[in-house]
């Protein structure tokens, strides 16, 4: 699919490359300054959030190592459905270990304090949040997310790793959804 068709399928540009890029520069100096000296484990959560984990990973220069989870609270529509399910837990040990997880957005907020609570549980000495995009819902949530991109307005939004039954994960912008998109599934 060529990138045209992607944005065809968008109703506006909500962050752009370059926005995200900087955006992500500046969460990468506050983590370095934040976990000076330590060995840092990235936990990223799959699918959304590979791409976040790729740059940001790639932008610290701090020793750090990267392990994954799948969990799923969406299925394929827009809504969640309440339920979290670990679909591939960590192959990591906690004990000890300083944990950032990294998502790519925090909705209801529903994914991230299971996250957060379930691996609270394994013995790390931190487990901290970052997260790219956090809508309103979110943010009047008890969940302390320590690393926060951008509040955005309550749209779906793909692209950067966001998908819509499972497409634009690749779009490099993030985008609102056209409404023509939903009525045509
Ligand atoms: O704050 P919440 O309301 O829980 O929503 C946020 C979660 O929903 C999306 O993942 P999804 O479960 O759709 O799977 P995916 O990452 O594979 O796209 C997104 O990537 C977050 O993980
Ligand atoms: N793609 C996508 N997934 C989500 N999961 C929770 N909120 C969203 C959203 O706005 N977009
Ligand atoms: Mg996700």
Redesign the pocket.
């Known amino acids: 699919m060529e990138h045209s068709d992607i944005a065809d399928d968008l109703e506006s540009v909500l962050i752009t490359e370059q926005e995200i890029r900087d955006k992500i520069a500046e969460l990468a100096r506050r983590i370095e300054a934040d976990y000076a000296g330590e060995r840092l484990l990235l936990v990223g ?5 590979v791409m976040v984990m790729a740059d940001l990973a790639r932008e610290l220069s701090l020793p750090i190592e990267m392990d994954w989870m ?6 394929s529509g827009t809504q ?1 459905s309440g339920v ?1 399910r670990i679909l591939k837990d960590l192959d990591t040990d906690l004990h000890g270990r300083k944990v950032l997880i990294v ?10 304090s ?1 996250l957060r609570a379930n691996l609270g549980t394994r013995g790390a000495d931190s487990v901290e949040i970052c997260a790219l995009l956090r ?1 309103p ?2 943010a009047k949530l008890a969940v302390d997310v320590r690393y926060v991109g951008f509040e955005i307005p309550n749209a779906f939004v793909v692209g950067y ?3 819509y039954a ?1 497409k634009y ?1 690749n779009y490099r912008d993030i985008g609102i959804l056209a409404p023509h998109v939903y009525s045509s599934q």
Request: charged share 25%; proline share 0%.
């Open positions: 959560v799959l699918r959304g959030a799948a969990v799923s609270s969406y299925g969640s979290v998502e790519d957005i925090i909705d209801s907020g529903l994914t991230l299971w809508k819902a979110a790793g966001l998908d499972e994960r």
